[in-house]
């Protein structure tokens, strides 16, 4: 159900036409996700706020990943790059006050109102760009972090501006939020991954495993388990970081960040009991063991 934006009698959230309001919720709902519905619980003007960020997110990533059909395939390599580039002004464009279409005037809207960053948006558009060009195949260490702060931490600085926590508690939170869901994204999709050619798995961590880096044969590789298990070891210690950051910041502001991070929890658990012999195996997570990850989050 999409909300009743404002009346004559209350101002709309963020200012915002209501039919603009209306188009970025519509590109959210599109989209599949449960992000929506978990974006309820906060107020209108901090709601829509992230619906703003998820829309350009989820513009940029399909841009990426070549769901626009006709950028799609290796041989449009350099015409993604172009269309990110030109988000990029786009994005600019907006931090000189001069939004052109619904979407733009709602992210000026909340680039105004919560103080969001132009490097955070520029950070995820060069993360895109990273999977734009690839794909991406066992990086090092270095870029595998760059990675994750660009299409992940950089994605949480704006967010818990939106939230409501500015502070430098917040930003520590973003930085190890973002790389612990990043890399349980890995973990949980890297057969999906391996399918289109792409390997996250960092190269330092394959040869000390004697993991090949050819993306298919590596899933059937015996070192594979211990590298997965590093780096769900590295997960597990984003979640704590990011926890107890929280604890020193606005509690009411980080309720989104802990349920996210509590469903998130629940993904990691789940892999950890299935173990690493079975990463082409599709993962479910029970609603119970998602409500286990959100109280973990919250008793953190």
């Not at 929890?265 to 009991?273: D, E, G, P, Q």
Request: proline share 5%.
């Amino acid at each position: 159900m999409t909300d009743v934006i404002g009346t004559h009698d209350e101002p709309t959230p963020l200012g915002c036409d209501p039919t603009d309001l209306a188009r970025v919720e519509a590109i959210v709902r599109q989209a599949g996700t449960s992000f929506a519905a978990g974006m309820r619980i906060l107020p209108p003007y901090r709601r829509y706020g992230m619906y703003a960020i998820y829309a350009f997110c989820r513009m940029v990533d399909d841009i990426a990943d070549g769901d626009v059909p006709s950028l799609s395939g290796p041989e449009h390599a350099q015409a993604r790059e172009a269309r990110l580039n030109e988000w990029r002004e786009r994005i600019g464009r907006l931090y000189d006050d001069k939004p052109q279409d619904a979407l733009d005037r709602v992210l000026h809207a909340s680039i105004r109102f919560f103080s969001l960053k132009q490097k955070d948006f520029d950070d995820v558009i060069d993360g895109m760009i990273m999977d734009a060009t690839g794909p991406i195949v066992a990086p090092t260490e270095e870029t595998l972090d760059l990675y994750c702060d660009r299409v992940a931490s950089a994605v949480g600085r704006l967010s818990v501006h939106v939230f409501g926590d500015s502070s430098k508690h917040a930003e520590r939170v973003a930085y190890h939020l973002g790389r612990a869901l990043q890399l349980t994204n890995i973990l949980r999709d890297v057969s999906e991954d391996a399918r289109i050619g792409r390997l996250y798995l960092p190269k330092e961590l394959l040869a000390r495993f004697d993991v090949p880096v050819d993306p298919q044969k590596a899933l059937s590789a015996p070192g594979l388990a211990g590298v997965m298990q590093i780096l769900a070891v590295r997960a597990q210690d984003h979640f704590r970081q990011a926890f107890r950051a929280m604890k020193k910041c606005d509690r009411k502001a980080m309720v989104p960040a802990r349920m996210m991070g509590g469903c998130y929890l629940s993904i990691l658990n789940a892999l950890m009991k299935r173990g690493w012999d079975h990463v082409r195996t599709p993962l479910a997570v029970s609603k119970v063991s998602k409500a286990v990850g959100v109280v973990q989050a919250f008793a953190a």
